[in-house]
């Protein structure tokens, strides 16, 4: 395939605020003329919203690598179904979570191998990664409160799995400075914003 368009990732814990920041990014590009497509992961497709009412909503244990493969398989129908014919159009895809999570959240917290999941992730996704991807970074406090009391499968998880799952994304970023960028999304909606077009600006 002749990948034309951006492919932008936004990734972080649960309460991180990544899904704001990419609204708020996707007015930001549509004001400067782009054709913009938001996504998400899991669930960017119609297949993937059943798989993400599993993942998020199955009243039981799942087995870690039954998770494993349910990530992959929604992204296996979204690559195919939905990102990699916007990329061919030229349009700029921004993506609620991708393969950084499957690594924080299957890789550093659930103690899956790391490179096990990223080869099976290239052959899902056809080897495709985000030219830019941005992690919100907050404590783990912080994203708890934000969460509030209403809780899926995943944020109902101990206080240590999100600690591992932030400590991952900050690896991930160490391991791939290129592409990951870090922001601190303590701060204000606006500061969160505004420091991210400072990055997707000097990468444009
Ligand atoms: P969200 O889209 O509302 O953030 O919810 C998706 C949940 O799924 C979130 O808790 C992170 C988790 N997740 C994984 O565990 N692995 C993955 O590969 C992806 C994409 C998400």
């Keep these: 395939m002749i990948k034309k368009g951006l492919f932008i990732t936004f990734e972080g814990a649960d309460g991180s605020g990544k899904s704001t ?3 708020m990014a996707a007015d930001y590009f549509k004001a400067k003329g782009f054709d913009v497509v938001c996504t ?7 297949l993937g919203s059943k798989i993400r009412e599993i993942l998020l909503h199955h009243d039981g244990k799942i087995a870690t690598y039954c998770e494993l493969f349910l990530y992959l398989a929604d992204r296996a129908q979204h690559i195919e179904e939905k990102i990699l014919p916007a990329l061919e159009e030229g349009k700029t895809v921004l993506c609620d979570r991708y393969v950084d999570s499957t690594l924080a959240y299957q890789g550093y917290a659930r103690g899956l191998d790391k490179e096990q999941i990223m080869k099976l992730n290239d052959i899902v996704a056809k080897s495709l990664m985000p030219d830019i991807t941005f992690v919100f970074d907050v404590s783990t406090e912080i994203a708890e409160k934000r969460i509030g009391k209403t809780k899926d499968r995943l944020e109902s998880e101990a206080a240590d799995f999100h600690r591992a799952v932030r400590s991952g994304f900050l690896n991930l970023a160490q391991e791939y400075p290129d592409r990951i960028k870090v922001i601190d999304a ?9 420091d991210t077009k400072e990055i997707l600006d000097n990468y444009l």
């Design 21 to 23: 920041q990419l609204k």
């Design 40 to 46: 998400r992961d899991p669930g960017g497709t119609a």
């Design 186 to 194: 303590s701060q204000d909606i606006n500061k969160v914003h505004y």
